[in-house]
T-cell receptor, first 120, second 112 residues
């Protein structure tokens, strides 16, 4: 089945530094990947849609200069949290549509295991 | 996107069936009904999806009302590993990849 891998699974950094999170589709190509953020005890919120070879589309209220997304290949999208602050501490999850058969029209998404960011 | 309504929490005993309800009275004709679950500290996991007919797979069954305004996810024998937040999501059929919009879901607790 389709597998999405995220790295790192957890990271701790100092305030003001930048952190890069990688999202890879291991056994399929993904022209589109989605980045979500989840705060404790809350549901997932879509941050942005990452498109291979073009600029990402950000949801309202998400700062594109703070959350840099690069989707340079069909199997890799990266999210860089620039000048991270404690309020950026969260669980970041990426996803992609991996099923091109039965689930294609229904838009079944495969999710990574998530990356937990803690900013001190 | 059409909204879904789920109970905030449910409890089940281990090895008993669990029926997780979802109401989606504003569903459109091209909306698929998706179920995902999220175990603690993990990303969501696909469970099952359907359009009009009931569906079965190795993880669960999905029963869809005839008018499609509600559905029920059925776990036939709950195990402790099934404890998770279960999300019922309507997803518009699309040829290109489309994001999922998550609600608050149902927290399932499985009692030993």
């Amino acid at each position: 089945g389709a597998v999405v891998s995220q790295h790192p699974s957890w990271v701790i950094c100092k305030s003001g530094t930048s952190v890069k999170i990688e999202c890879r589709s291991l056994d399929f190509q993904a022209t589109t990947m989605f980045w979500y953020r989840q705060f404790p005890k809350q549901s997932l919120m879509l941050m942005a849609t990452s498109n291979e070879g073009s600029k990402a589309t950000y949801e309202q209220g998400v700062e594109k200069d703070k959350f840099l997304i690069n989707h340079a290949s069909l199997t890799l999208s990266t999210l860089t949290v620039t000048s991270a602050h404690p309020e950026d501490s969260s669980f970041y999850i990426c996803s992609a549509r991996g099923f091109e058969g039965r689930g294609a029209g229904a838009n079944v998404l495969t999710f990574g295991a998530g990356s937990r960011l803690t900013v001190l | 996107d059409a909204k879904t309504t789920q109970p905030n929490s449910m409890e089940s005993n281990e090895e008993e069936p669990v029926h997780l309800p979802c109401n989606h009275s504003t569903i459109s004709g091209t909306d698929y009904i998706h179920w995902y679950r999220q175990l603690p500290s993990q990303g969501p996991e696909y469970v099952i999806h359907g359009l009009t007919s009931n569906v079965n797979n190795r993880m669960a069954s999905l029963a869809i009302a005839e008018d499609r305004k509600s559905s029920t996810l059925i776990l036939h024998r709950a195990t402790l590993r099934d404890a998770a937040v279960y999300y019922c999501i309507l997803q518009l059929a699309s040829g290109s990849a489309r994001q999922l919009t998550f609600g608050s879901g149902t927290q399932l607790t499985v009692l030993p």
